[in-house]
């Protein structure tokens, strides 16, 4: 919502609250505006009408949060959303071509979960267990209210490989809204790792210990 918009909010705002036998003051709309600037009008009151009709919600005066809720669904909800999205990309698209969505979470979470190749490459039978660890990952970031930094693309075999070499990277398949896409990729982290991985052998864990051993009998 934009600042014009603040009439017609507590316009609305007010009549809900009204159905409820509630009055609401210049300082609770200000606050209820703000909380929910991010929405437009239109969605406010979708929002506002589901909360409303919900029959588990109905009986209660609204709150920010619960409009959210009803605007964007619950984490669940989003989660599956998102499983969705990413489902379809597996079956249609595939480990060979690099992915990206229209939400950047997607990407953190598969990121965090092994990478685009490593959950294409999952049988039949592993599938749903990826699918429940997806789901968790996915609401404990929204929980959270963080994305992090993310990878800008979710790299296939074919782009792994073109790199490896010095080739060009191909094209990637934008999945959903392809404008969003567009903004998650231009956000994202060209070399990115979720988690720094190295192998260590034991001479040079030893090794290092030696020498940490030395500068401290020096400084003593």
Same mark, same amino acid.
């Given at each position: 919502?934009?600042?014009?918009? #603040?009439?017609?909010?507590?316009?609305?705002?007010? +009549?809900?609250?009204?159905?409820?036998?509630?009055?609401v003051? =210049?300082?609770l709309l200000s606050i209820a505006f703000e909380a929910l600037r991010a929405y437009s009008i239109e969605e406010v009151r979708i929002g506002?009408?589901?909360h409303i009709q919900s029959p588990d919600t109905g009986q209660f005066f609204p709150k920010p949060a619960d409009v959210i809720k009803h605007i964007d669904g619950n984490s669940g909800s989003r989660a599956m959303v998102a499983w *969705?999205?990413?489902? #379809? +990309?597996? /079956?249609?698209?595939?480990a060979w071509t690099s992915v990206m969505f @229209? @939400? +950047?979470? &997607? %990407?953190?979470? &598969?990121?965090?979960m092994g990478g685009w190749v490593e959950l294409c490459k999952v049988d039949d039978r592993e599938y749903p267990f990826k699918q429940k660890e997806f789901l968790t990952r996915y609401q404990t970031?929204?929980?959270?209210? $963080?994305?992090? $930094?993310? =990878? /800008?693309?979710?790299?296939? &075999?074919?782009? %792994?490989? !073109?790199q490896q070499k010095g080739f060009d990277m191909q094209a990637p398949v934008a999945v959903g809204d392809w404008s969003k896409a567009a903004q998650v990729y231009t956000r994202g982290i060209t070399d990115f790792s979720a988690v720094p991985l190295k192998r260590i052998s =034991? #001479? +040079? &864990?030893?090794?290092?210990?030696? !020498?940490?051993?030395? @500068? #401290? *009998? $020096? *400084? @003593?």
């Amino acid at each position: 919502m934009q600042e014009v918009d #603040k009439r017609e909010f507590a316009e609305v705002w007010g +009549a809900a609250w009204t159905m409820y036998g509630k009055s609401v003051s =210049p300082q609770l709309l200000s606050i209820a505006f703000e909380a929910l600037r991010a929405y437009s009008i239109e969605e406010v009151r979708i929002g506002l009408t589901r909360h409303i009709q919900s029959p588990d919600t109905g009986q209660f005066f609204p709150k920010p949060a619960d409009v959210i809720k009803h605007i964007d669904g619950n984490s669940g909800s989003r989660a599956m959303v998102a499983w *969705n999205k990413v489902d #379809k +990309a597996v /079956r249609q698209v595939g480990a060979w071509t690099s992915v990206m969505f @229209d @939400d +950047a979470l &997607i %990407h953190r979470v &598969i990121s965090d979960m092994g990478g685009w190749v490593e959950l294409c490459k999952v049988d039949d039978r592993e599938y749903p267990f990826k699918q429940k660890e997806f789901l968790t990952r996915y609401q404990t970031y929204l929980l959270r209210d $963080e994305v992090g $930094e993310y =990878p /800008r693309l979710l790299q296939g &075999i074919a782009d %792994h490989q !073109n790199q490896q070499k010095g080739f060009d990277m191909q094209a990637p398949v934008a999945v959903g809204d392809w404008s969003k896409a567009a903004q998650v990729y231009t956000r994202g982290i060209t070399d990115f790792s979720a988690v720094p991985l190295k192998r260590i052998s =034991p #001479k +040079a &864990i030893q090794a290092l210990l030696g !020498n940490q051993l030395e @500068d #401290k *009998n $020096e *400084n @003593d």
